[in-house]
């Protein structure tokens, strides 16, 4: 045998070693294949009542809470969290059932991302999952192996790590586990928004029906004009779809000098929501919410017209639904000061100059 297939041969014999290493279930876990790997959390997940996620260098990636409004985000002053996320990962877990058992040698846990959570280049995540009578610890490192739900995991504090069967998803940061929906009112209920800046100019836009398409745009300069028609739509759009990127209470913001631009949006259907929004002097920005009823709620079969003479026969379902729904958007927004993706912040804040084409 040749100098060049004694070299392919030693690799090979490398690799199945290697392969015999990470695949080797080890004396610790007494765990096989099916076998859950937390048999004692599944009949007391109800019993959990914080979680609590760690990542390299044992740095705090999130606390989430159970209180009696729901579970909320401890590291965000007790905003909602994001159930959808948490129910995933926590029926991942008391559902996760043994795949294949793997290494048990600390020097190959890299591979699989299941460190020590203390170690500063650890890629895992630690999940502590604690309640009256539970306490439940697993690094949970690389996840979706295999294109199926599979994930990498190690119970803290023992050798032995699994590829198990779970749709296990612990994120990237405390965003991740926030509640991310704020409103979503599309373009065809808003009659016209107002945006008013410190400085004093205004800028205004409005259509008449809700299935136009464009809005029109008020108090063009003389000599200049829109860059293109429908310019101004996705200022009236900015509402639909609107979705967090972080938040902090309204208590512990402090906007310093800097003064509020303010969009007023109107619906048809007697909705106005007001957004106030600070481009701080880092460049970054901040918005708030508040929104109220245009029409009043009838008590007696009438309501507020707005002085007109013959306002035809009023729809108290209609407008008792808007008052409703002004009331839940103040309640849930209105503590909390967000922070948006640009492209949605930047609308609450658009300027004429930002609506028209260059001057000739």
Known sequence: MNQRNLLILFAVLALVALAVILTNPGDEGGLGEGDLLL???????NDVTELNLRRSGSEQLAVLTRTENGWVVSDRDGYPANFTRLRQNLRGLAEARIFESKTANPEFYERLGVQDISEPLASGIEFTLSGADILVQVIVGRTDQGGGNLAYVRRSGEAQSYLVKASLDPGQGAND????RILDIPSTRVRSVEIRHPDGEILAIAKGRSESVNY???DIPAGRSLTYEG???AIGAALAGLSLDDVESAGAFDPGDVEATVATFETFDGLRVTVQAWELAD???RVAFAAEATIAKPDDGSADTGGDP???PVDVAAVTSIVDEAAD??????GWVYTLPSFKS????QRMNGLLAAPE
């Open 39 to 45: 048999p004692d959390l599944a009949g007391n997940l």
């Open 177 to 180: 586990w926030l509640d991310a």
């Open 216 to 218: 029109t745009v008020a």
């Open 231 to 233: 310019v101004a739509n």
């Open 283 to 285: 460049g970054q920005r």
């Open 310 to 312: 013959d306002p035809g």
């Open 329 to 334: 958007i103040t309640q849930r927004l209105g």
């Open 346 to 349: 930047e609308q609450f804040m």
